[in-house]
């Protein structure tokens, strides 16, 4: 089990995994915007659907390289800083 840092390309691994992650949300949009899939009212919705895409690629590198104690530690990291949740909410909620 390796130690994400970033001499072990972990930076490199999380930018990447999120863009792909995140790709579907924005074609899903730019579909919406053409009147070929759902709404373009429903940005926030998307928006707020994106914002999962951060947690998602960092949850999937912590758990391969520290498994399920390392998510569950990750997720105790998160909720020990509580101005995340407002910060994750902040998106959608201006839109």
Not at 55 to 60: G, T
Not at 62 to 76: A, D, H, I, N, P
């Amino acid at each position: 089990m390796t130690e994400p840092s970033p001499t072990n390309g972990f930076p490199a691994a999380f930018f990447a995994l999120t863009l792909l992650l995140s790709v579907p949300f924005y074609v899903l949009n730019a579909l919406a915007y053409l009147h070929i899939v759902g709404d373009p009212e429903l940005e926030p919705v998307y928006i707020a659907l994106f914002t999962v895409t951060t947690f998602a690629s960092a949850a999937i590198l912590t758990f391969r390289g520290r498994g399920t104690r390392g998510v569950r530690e990750l997720l105790k990291r998160i909720a020990a800083k509580r101005w995340y949740v407002p910060t994750l909410f902040l998106g959608p909620l201006i839109l």
